[in-house]
C-alpha cells in the first residue's frame, strides 16, 4: 500500500508563490507516474499536471494553458514530488491533491490509484 502526504499549503496574496510537496512511503514508486489535481468548491476535479520518473516526461491537461509559465512540477526522486506555483491568481485557489498510479500518462483521476488528503490553497485578492 501506498500512502501519499502533501505539505506546502496556505493562505496567499495574488502575485504570491507556494510550494507543494508530496511525498510517497509504503513502497518505493518509481514505476508509478505521480502528479497534482485540484478541485476548488463546487468545481469538479481537474488534472494540474504529472510526471514519470523513469522517462523524465511531463504531462499536462487543459489546465496547461492557464497555468504555463506558472506552475512547474518536478519529480524530485522515486517517492517525491513538488509542484512551485508562481503568480497565484484567486481563481488558483483549490485543495491540491497529490496522485500516484501506473504509468498511463494520463491525466484522468480515475487511473490514478492512489490519493493524499489534499492541501489547501487560498489565494486572497
Known amino acids: 500500500q501506498v500512502q501519499l502526504v502533501e505539505s506546502g499549503g496556505g493562505l496567499v496574496q495574488a502575485g504570491g508563490s507556494l510550494r507543494l510537496s508530496c511525498a510517497a512511503s509504503g513502497r518505493t514508486i518509481s514505476n508509478f507516474d505521480m502528479g497534482w489535481f485540484r478541485q476548488a468548491p463546487g468545481e469538479e476535479r481537474e488534472f494540474v499536471a504529472a510526471t514519470s520518473w523513469r522517462s523524465g516526461r511531463t504531462y499536462e491537461g487543459s489546465l496547461a494553458d492557464s497555468v504555463k509559465g506558472r506552475f512547474t512540477i518536478s519529480r524530485l526522486n522515486a517517492n517525491m514530488v513538488s509542484l512551485q506555483m508562481n503568480r497565484l491568481k484567486p481563481e488558483d485557489t483549490a485543495v491540491y491533491y497529490c496522485?500516484?498510479?501506473?504509468?498511463?500518462?494520463?491525466?484522468?483521476?480515475?487511473?490514478?490509484?492512489?490519493w493524499g488528503q489534499g492541501t489547501q490553497v487560498t489565494v486572497s485578492s
Open positions: 496522485a500516484a498510479g501506473s504509468p498511463r500518462a494520463s491525466i484522468a483521476g480515475h487511473d490514478y490509484d492512489y
